[in-house]
């Protein structure tokens, strides 16, 4: 295996060699120029959005500034909106289902390193994949860590470090994150705690 096989595979390599400092380097360009586009043109984002990531629906708006390492390691589905300053360490597959919003400042590591010194100044490196299911919410300052698995239909409370799977249905908070509640039909009624909709096209 080279240094890129090995990295996919979620195994130790070393990220300056096998041309994947070269492929950085490229997408780092085409991030810049994505983020100095202008803002207003959501078409032109769009397309440009999706030159840089690897699959994405027909409907994705990340706002920019926007930071990933590879791009071709990320996946979105149908829907998908990340708010400003989303962040996003591909060294690790990272795929997100559809209908799913990023609230400013996520940040999704798959990248992690050893945590002896000897280990960790031996220059190797670890991705390991992130999965996101479909309508989920992440709330502002978010962090997600490597090999964390999103169930579907999730709110992550703002401010979250998430370093364990969070199961489908749920609101989960904190730091580390945990489960608060589950999301049931009763919460169908109410956009903020204990705030009902006062129109009925929400359903």
């Not at 030159?51 to 390492?69: A, R, S, W, Y």
């Not at 956009?191 to 359903?203: A, G």
């Amino acid at each position: 295996m080279n240094q890129r096989e090995r990295m996919l595979a979620g195994l130790p390599y070393k990220a300056w060699l096998d041309g994947l400092e070269e492929d950085r380097l490229e997408t780092r360009k085409k991030v810049q120029t994505y983020n100095s586009m202008e803002f207003t043109n959501y078409e032109d984002l769009g397309n440009a959005i999706k030159k840089i990531l690897g699959k994405t629906g027909k409907n994705v708006t990340i706002e920019p500034p926007f930071h990933c390492d590879y791009g071709t390691n990320i996946e979105v589905g149908e829907n998908f909106y990340a708010n400003f300053n989303f962040v996003v360490l591909d060294v690790g597959k990272v795929t997100i289902g559809d209908n799913c919003m990023m609230a400013p400042n996520v940040s999704i590591y798959t990248a992690g390193h050893p945590i002896h010194p000897d280990s960790r100044n031996s220059g190797y490196e670890y991705g390991i994949g992130i999965t996101i299911g479909d309508n989920v919410w992440i709330g502002g300052n978010v962090v997600i860590n490597p090999g964390v698995h999103i169930g579907n239909n999730v709110v992550i409370g703002s401010g979250s470090v998430v370093t364990k799977d969070i199961p489908d249905n749920m609101v989960a908070a904190g730091n580390p994150c945990r489960v608060l509640k589950e999301i049931t039909e009763a919460d169908r009624d109410f956009y903020f705690k204990d705030r009902r909709f006062d129109v009925d096209d929400y359903r």
